[in-house]
């Protein structure tokens, strides 16, 4: 599931880059709450369907993931390069992962 919430045009018009819209809130970040329910309504657009082959758990750290994938990516990572990761957290430790693989 997508965690922004915009006005939608941004959906059907420039390319699904909703997040470009100025007007985008994301979840658990006020005034917007519902982050931690067990079930919330969202636009078929903005969900993705799982590989029956793949659990819940791993579907959750997909997101987490592709942000370290992408942060080495846009960098030029390697093995050999030298990196400071600010903060400890799931994204900060995947990073440092992806940095060392």
């Known amino acids: 599931m997508e965690p922004g ?3 939608c ?3 059907h018009y420039e390319g699904g880059s909703y ?3 100025p007007d985008t809130k994301f979840f658990a970040t006020p005034p917007i709450h519902g982050s ?3 079930q919330v309504v969202r636009l078929a657009d903005l969900c993705f369907k799982l590989p ?3 659990s819940l758990e791993e579907g959750a750290m997909c997101e ?3 942000v370290g994938v992408h942060a080495c ?3 030029n990572v390697n093995a050999e390069t030298n990196v400071l990761i600010l903060g400890a957290g799931p994204i900060g430790l995947v990073t440092m992962l992806t940095a060392r693989a």
Request: charged share 10%; net charge neutral; with cysteine.
């Open 5 to 7: 919430i915009s006005c």
């Open 9 to 11: 045009h941004f959906l």
């Open 19 to 21: 997040n470009l819209c």
């Open 36 to 38: 931690l329910a067990n």
């Open 52 to 54: 029956d082959n793949m």
């Open 64 to 66: 987490t993931l592709s």
């Open 73 to 75: 990516h846009r960098a």
